[in-house]
């Protein structure tokens, strides 16, 4: 799987959009981008996924490149709850893969 | 319908004791996976069910960490001997299958403490 960099951590003042980055330079033409996020003391929550296109679902966006080298995980309105630590995961889109998490990004959004 | 739960959600084990941690995916789910998750740390795979069988335990630390999952529904965790490096949060997670819904469903974990 191909490998990804994500900031550590980022702030963000709550009702504006949280816009968290992802490099992911070595990806694979048939590998997907998947997002998760892990709120404090609970288990991983998926958000999205994604090939080459842009998508949209009632949680967030997911924008990536033309090249597919990095791509950015949008919550449109950022609340109290979003707060969490964000996984950008690579993987080839088969149910039986495991998911590489890395270290994430931690982040806060402000009050 | 319910989503994966995990008991217990907290367990003290001496060193030595064994110790076992239970799933329960969500009903009909395939696959499911199981991953440890250190203080501070992603989680980290290691090891994966589609039904009863194992076709994957590649990142089981010892032999003193042993899964099974003999009715491809319930699965359970079981480490022997536990020492203070398996202190740690144990997450299940359930997915629908291997050619339907990739999303992965996490349970809220089992917070394992080796004293």
């Known amino acids: 799987d191909a490998k990804t960099t994500q900031p550590p951590s980022m702030d963000c003042a709550e009702g504006r959009a949280a816009n968290l980055p992802c490099n992911h330079s070595t990806i694979s033409g048939n590998e997907y981008v998947y997002w998760y996020r892990q709120i404090h003391s609970q288990g991983p929550q998926y958000i999205i996924h994604?090939?080459?296109n842009n998508e949209t679902n009632e949680m967030a966006s997911l924008i990536i490149t033309e090249d597919r080298k990095s791509s950015t995980l949008i919550l449109p309105h950022a609340t109290l709850r979003d707060t969490a630590v964000y996984y950008c995961?690579?993987?080839?889109?088969?149910?039986?893969?495991?998911?590489?998490f890395g270290t994430g990004t931690r982040l806060t959004i402000i009050p | 319908g319910a989503g994966v739960s995990q008991s217990p959600r907290y367990k003290v084990a001496k060193r030595g004791q064994d110790v076992a941690l239970r799933c329960d995916p969500i009903s009909g789910h395939v696959s499911l996976f199981w991953y440890q998750q250190a203080l501070g740390q992603g989680p980290e795979f290691l090891t994966y069910f589609q039904n009863e069988a194992q076709l994957d335990k590649s990142g089981l630390p010892s032999d003193r960490f042993f899964a099974e999952r003999p009715e491809g529904s319930v699965s359970t965790l079981k480490i022997q001997r536990t020492q203070q490096e398996d202190s740690a949060v144990y997450l299940c997670a359930s997915s629908a299958g291997a050619d339907s819904s990739y999303e992965q469903y996490f349970g809220p974990g089992t917070r394992l403490t080796v004293t």
């Open positions: 995961i690579v993987l080839i889109n088969f149910g039986n893969e495991k998911l590489t």
């Open positions: 994604g090939l080459k």
